[in-house]
């Protein structure tokens, strides 16, 4: 994944010389509630895919006492060009990201009205949750580095993604408060009786020339907005 190489990459390039357990101790620190580890096997498998393509190189191996032996890398030239290039094409690119609940949500009217509402409320309490969790952690910690209490500095930058993320949860969270809202009051209606009602209205609807030509004219404007917003970029 190209994320996992780019992190190990980057953290190559700014502790180096370091060794593979400091660059998984460190990932470690970064993940935030809801996010799933960089497990110990792919970041080493990186390491030894980043050393094999020329982006890393090995610059000691030691051993301590009965400890498994260390490999200690720094970055290549070749690393840096590529660490350079994929940092500005991913922070320049403005793609989708996949989403699975807004895949599934395609479908809510399968389920009943009151298991909507449920996991909507649901989904609003963990994001909410979570949004407690790294205000906490905020809270807790510095942008400024205090030698001898590392453990509370977060630098700004990484402060900043972190109340971005903070912002998108609460943005998230309160439109399932207002879509359970919607369901509840009858604004919204879902469920498993309009199914094949919906389903066969559809059908229909797809099969006729004008909802193509309704399609057409959505993706050309779609299209259209994309390439205004790259034109003023």
Known sequence: MWSTRLLVLGLVRWLGPVHGYLVRR?????????????????????????TADGMIEVVSTESVDARPARTTYSITARGEAEFQRTL?????????????????????????????????RQRADVLFSRVEQ??????????????????????????????????????????????????ESGDLVLG???????????REAIKGDRF???????QAMIEGIGSSEARDG
Request: charged share 25%; aromatic share 10%; hydrophobic share 45%.
């Open 212 to 218: 193509v030509d309704h399609a057409r004219e959505r």
């Open 26 to 50: 460190e990932l470690d620190t970064w993940r935030m509630p809801g996010k799933p580890e960089i497990g110990a096997g792919s970041i080493y498998h990186a390491l030894k895919k980043l």
């Open 88 to 120: 500005r094409e991913k922070l320049w690119d403005v793609e989708a990201g996949e989403d699975p609940f807004s895949t599934a949500w395609s479908f809510a009217q399968v389920l009943t009205q009151a298991e909507n509402i449920a996991l909507l």
């Open 192 to 202: 498993p009786d309009l199914d094949a009602e919906h389903a066969a209205y559809w």
């Open 134 to 183: 790294v205000t906490a952690l905020l809270a807790a910690t510095t942008p400024e580095f205090v030698p001898g209490d590392e453990g509370s500095f977060v630098p700004a930058h990484a402060r900043a993604m972190m109340k971005r993320q903070i912002d998108l949860w609460i943005t998230d969270a309160e439109w399932c408060e207002e879509t359970a809202g919607r369901i």
